[in-house]
């Protein structure tokens, strides 16, 4: 299971130095050639030398990188001891011999990005293109007309990422994760055999999506190779791939869009029983809230809710019967159908 999370990490081949210059055609950001300066970050530096000795990285082994460097683990351990003493307002960050205090700064950085750092959960993903030589995953490297720049490229040879694309494949880019993968196969074991359920919600699509690899910063897109270590990085879901990963053990549902799947759990009669409990300032705040989960624009349709359940769960016979019994009809699965209020 680690070598099937770590899978497409390691050496290309031989020839590992000799990629393919290639510019992503996503529509959300550039390929790191923008005309404003590139801020070099103590993160872009670790990058460009571990680049230098090892050769071009994988998108996923950069997610890593930059989402779960050892200096915003730090900054999370800091953060979880000053919650746990009490959460004292004077608080001090002493660093002994600080050279320059690049690290500090990090873990600053890291005080100010909390909420995004905890809601990440270490799981990345490898960018694969169809080319005329076969399926290449794109690799990320040193840009050589700009030193302090990075660029994405092309494997020169087959790498292990290629091994999750389907034979049926339509689309010339790709996204997968290898990681998730694991997660849904050992959450199908886990059900299939004790029972229980998972729903799982992220923004996401069902294998129709191509490039979702995206930047965040200050709730504003950013490119993704612009200022490493100072942006969130994001990709979205492929429903598809987690259902063909729980590989017939379990049943699925989904995906559906969140305003399908908060309006079935009845959303709009909780939002009336609190807006009439409420005063002005705090039914507004509801409405907004409401707006911001249900509208198409927002997260309505962004968001996606997907299940995995045991299969007796869908077909009845989740009770034992007697011989005079008739096979009873399964309830509906809440939220993946509308509720009978009575």
């Known amino acids: 299971m680690r070598v099937l999370a770590r899978v497409g990490v390691g050496p290309l081949c031989s020839a590992a ?3 393919i210059p290639w510019f992503w055609r996503g529509k959300y950001f550039s390929s790191g050639r923008e005309s404003a300066e590139n801020q070099v970050t103590p993160m872009l530096r670790h990058l460009m030398y571990k680049i230098k000795a090892t050769g071009p990285i994988t998108v996923a082994e950069y997610m890593k990188e930059v989402l779960t460097n050892p200096a915003k683990l730090l900054g999370i351990w800091f953060i979880s001891e000053w919650m746990a003493t009490g959460r004292n307002a004077a608080f001090q960050l002493v660093e002994l011999g600080p050279g320059r205090g690049t690290l500090l700064g990090d873990i600053l950085r890291v005080f100010s990005q909390l909420g995004s750092v905890l809601k990440n959960c270490d799981i990345s993903i490898h960018l694969v293109e169809k080319t005329p030589q076969g399926w290449r995953e794109v690799f990320i490297d040193i840009d050589p007309q700009a030193s302090d720049k990075l ?10 990422a290629e091994v999750f694309i389907q034979s049926d494949e339509t689309r010339d880019h790709v996204e997968v994760c290898p990681e998730a993968g694991v997660i849904i196969q050992e959450l199908s074991q886990r059900i299939a055999l004790t029972g229980g359920a998972a729903l799982i919600a992220d923004y996401g699509h069902d294998g129709t999506k ?3 690899f995206r930047g965040f910063c200050g709730h504003k897109l950013h490119d993704v190779l612009i200022a490493p270590g100072t942006a969130d990085l994001t990709a979205d879901v492929d429903f598809s791939y987690l259902r063909r990963m729980a590989e017939g053990k ?5 995906p559906i869009k969140q305003q399908t799947f908060l309006k079935n759990m009845g959303i709009d009669v909780r939002l009336k029983v609190l807006a009439d ?8 705040q ?13 997260m309505g349709e962004r968001f996606h809710f997907f299940a995995l359940l045991p299969h007796q769960r869908l077909h009845g016979g989740s009770h034992p019967m007697n011989a005079c019994q008739s ?3 399964p309830s509906p699965v809440a939220g993946f159908g509308e509720l009978a209020w009575r």
């Not at 660029?151 to 292990?160: E, I, K, Q, S």
């Not at 379990?250 to 989904?254: D, H, I, K």
């Open 17 to 19: 130095r000799a990629v």
């Open 151 to 160: 660029r994405f490229v092309l494997a020169p040879c087959v790498t292990p």
């Open 210 to 212: 191509t490039d979702t």
């Open 250 to 254: 379990v049943a699925s549902l989904g």
């Open 277 to 284: 409990k409420s005063d002005e300032p705090s039914r507004q």
């Open 286 to 298: 509801l409405l907004q809230g409401y707006d911001m989960l249900m509208n198409p624009k927002k």
């Open 327 to 329: 096979k009873p009809s």
